[in-house]
Nanobody
Framework: QVQLVESGGGLVQPGGSLRLSCAAS????????MAWYRQAPGKQRELVAS???????NYADSVKGRFTISRDNAKKMVYLQINSLKSEDTAVYSC??????????WGQGTQVTVSS
């Protein structure tokens, strides 16, 4: 069982920045592809960004150029740097860890609210 704990969410003005963090308990952290998802009120959850254990990244078109995902395998951490925030970025952001053999774990989520 992998425990994922997100932090860093909050209220920010349009154009501002946030850095979300996700701490993982799994000792073999590097084997997991880590990802950030978000779910806005009334909308389906969507993939924001992912990063493999080797560092290959993937982003949703809506966040390319504004969001940056990174990881520190030694610290078992994954980060999401969010810049140039827009109101449509308001959502609950959740951390996901996925590996082979059906291993798929979620954090509890952290709220990001973009408002003036």
């Amino acid at each position: 069982q992998v425990q994922l704990v997100e932090s860093g969410g909050g209220l920010v003005q349009p154009g501002g920045s946030l850095r979300l963090s996700c701490a993982a308990s799994e000792i073999t952290f590097s084997i997991y592809t880590m990802a950030w998802y978000r779910q806005a009120p009334g909308k389906q959850r969507e993939l924001v960004a992912s990063i493999t254990g080797e560092g290959t990244t993937n982003y949703a078109d809506s966040v390319k150029g504004r969001f940056t995902i990174s990881r520190d395998n030694a610290k078992k951490m994954v980060y999401l740097q969010i810049n140039s925030l827009k109101s449509e970025d308001t959502a609950v952001y959740s951390c996901n860890a996925r590996a082979s053999l059906g291993r798929n774990f979620w954090g509890q989520g952290t709220q990001v609210t973009v408002s003036s």
